[in-house]
């Protein structure tokens, strides 16, 4: 990279900072991150992020269809340097597809069905599991000097991924509550219209869930808009 380009990077990241700080989409702010991610180091032709999520791995953003095809085979597979790199701590390069030996099957699926025969992938700073892939068409591609600007990428992408789990967690948090509220209206309309405790009015949503086999909470926000329970409708 050039004064220019360096420069120029740095505003980048300066104005991801700032939409974060605002209103901003914390998920344009990743897809933003991998588009930079191809923009400025040089052989990377494609990037994403990867989360692991109790064994299961998941792409939260891709650069293009590409990218996204990559990861998949690598979760298809249970294999690969961007699953490796998110649930060790340590980051891993392939050098080549044709010579790398400890993920046979990812190496020939990649060979096969994209243009990729590089990999780089840096675990990021999470709490679920998650690492940064960039991807290069061109085998060793990634000098010393571009491993250590993908580092910085990392660490930005490693903020952006702590305010994505922190966000998805205030929702789950927030889902919870409402749900919390819904179930307990609902106790308090069926101990009025059947005239029972509450332990009473929760065993009669709890048995209509199971009868109707459906979710509590749905069960719940009906009796809370009915009056009663579906079964009795």
Not at 27 to 46: E, F, H, N, S
Request: glycine share 4%.
């Amino acid at each position: 990279m050039d004064t220019n380009d360096v420069v120029q990077l740095s505003r980048e990241f300066a104005l991801l900072g700032k939409e974060l700080r605002g209103d901003g989409d914390n998920d344009a702010a990743l897809q933003r991150m991998v588009q930079l991610a191809v923009k400025y180091i040089d052989p990377c032709t494609g990037a994403s992020i990867t989360m692991v999520r109790g064994g299961a791995a998941s792409s939260l953003v891709t650069s293009d269809v590409v990218a996204a095809r990559a990861d998949a085979l690598q979760y298809e597979l249970n294999e690969g340097p961007c699953v490796r790199s998110a649930v060790r701590d340590e980051n891993y390069l392939l050098f080549d597809v044709e010579t790398e030996t400890r993920w046979p099957r990812f190496c020939q699926a990649l060979a096969e069905h994209t243009a990729y025969r590089s990999v780089l992938s840096f675990q990021l700073e999470a709490q679920d599991s998650a690492a940064l892939n960039l991807f290069a068409e061109q085998p060793a591609a990634f000098s010393d000097d571009e491993v250590d600007l993908a580092t910085v990428f990392a660490a930005h992408a490693s903020t952006l991924v702590a305010i994505h789990e922190a966000a998805d967690h205030a929702a789950h948090l927030q889902a919870a509550l409402q749900s919390n509220r819904e179930i307990g209206a609902a106790i308090g309309v069926l101990m009025a219209h059947h005239k029972v405790t509450q332990d009473d009015a929760f065993a009669l949503l709890r048995t209509a869930s199971q009868t109707l086999h459906r979710k509590l909470r749905d069960v719940a926000s009906e009796v809370v808009v009915t009056g009663t329970l579906p079964d009795e409708a």
